[in-house]
């Protein structure tokens, strides 16, 4: 798990699960976890980029709360990020950003 910020929320950066492990909802915990963290620390929100349709990607975020952002939603910091994945050979088209509010 690798939690940093972007545009004054918590940016989820990367979550990662041995296969091997894959539907134990380990993953779903870690998430809650950066979750539960950005509430404790006062972050409005989580946000993250990921593939649209990969299932264990944008689903499984969606299904944990995450909404898809708006292009207009997309702070400097989160577009920045967005470039430098398009940078990497990451296809922007498959990838969307995810925001999920956190309340208190």
Do not use: H
């Amino acid at each position: 798990m690798w939690p940093s910020t972007a545009d004054g929320d918590l940016l989820l950066e990367q979550v990662s699960v041995d296969p091997a492990y894959r539907g134990k909802r380990i993953g779903s915990a870690l998430i809650q976890g950066v979750v539960d963290r950005g509430r404790a620390e006062g972050f409005a929100g989580v946000v993250l980029t990921t593939f649209r349709d990969i299932p264990w990607n944008g689903p499984l975020y969606r299904r944990l709360g995450f909404k898809t952002m708006r292009d207009a939603e997309i702070g400097p910091e989160l577009r920045a990020l967005r470039r430098r994945e398009t940078e990497a050979g990451l296809d922007v088209l498959e990838r969307e950003c995810l925001r999920k509010r956190i309340t208190r």
